[in-house]
T-cell receptor, first 114, second 110 residues
């Protein structure tokens, strides 16, 4: 059974640009969560999707957005990139949400903003 | 506010036992996870507690006290490969939002 797949793994962008990251959850998993991980802040929750609906979101500016497709694949977008957006972006999937279900993380997408 | 506290770093000796503590203050509680993360890798699941008490899984055990907002991860018979960050995470209100602590970096020395 394939794990959570994130693409691209590494990317470099310039300030002001926008970026789209993709996540394919484990087959059968309908909940997808996104996290930002930086050395100083640890793992910060971005948002969680289930059946194409955003059920919860963290305290990030509106430049961070996401969506989920009917096949449960998810994308997140960051517009007008800032240097501080440089981080590891992790996607996690679970059957129906984190409660009572193990969440499985992808390898992450390393974003560097220059 | 919502807050999860863990020690930043710990050092222990190979073969010993180490306890990593986690205290939390969150809006609602729907369970607590412990994850292990090696440098440059994704976090991997270790344990899940939703009721008070001890959950044992081989060399790893996790304890929860909901009334005290407290959990610990116990690692026995430490091995060099246990050197990693250990993340405490709480599922908050609604059950859809997982809040992570900053993690505890464990160094296992020979």
């Amino acid at each position: 059974k394939a794990g959570v797949t994130q693409t691209p793994r590494y990317l470099i962008k310039t300030r002001g640009q926008q970026v789209t990251l993709s996540c394919s959850p484990i087959s059968g998993h309908r909940s997808v969560s996104w996290y930002q991980q930086t050395p100083g802040q640890g793992l910060q929750f971005l948002f969680e999707y289930f059946s194409e609906t955003q059920r919860n979101k963290g305290n990030f500016p509106g430049r961070f957005s996401g969506r989920q497709f009917s096949n449960s694949r998810s994308e997140m977008n960051v517009s007008t990139l800032e240097l501080g957006d440089s981080a590891l972006y992790l996607c996690a999937s679970s059957l129906a949400g984190p409660t009572g279900n193990t969440i499985y993380f992808g390898e992450g997408s390393w974003l560097t903003v220059v | 506010g919502q807050n999860i506290d863990q020690p930043t770093e710990m050092t222990a000796t190979e073969g010993a036992i180490v306890q990593i503590n986690c205290t939390y203050q969150t809006s609602g509680f729907n369970g607590l996870f412990w994850y292990q993360q090696h440098a440059g890798e994704a976090p991997t699941f270790l344990s899940y507690n939703v009721l008070d008490g001890l959950e044992e899984k081989g060399r790893f055990s996790s304890f929860l006290s909901r009334s005290k907002g407290y959990s610990y991860l116990l690692l026995k018979e430490l091995q060099m490969k246990d050197s990693a960050s250990y993340l405490c995470a709480v599922i908050g209100t609604g059950g859809f939002k997982t809040i992570f602590g900053a993690g505890t970096r464990l160094f296992v020395k020979a």
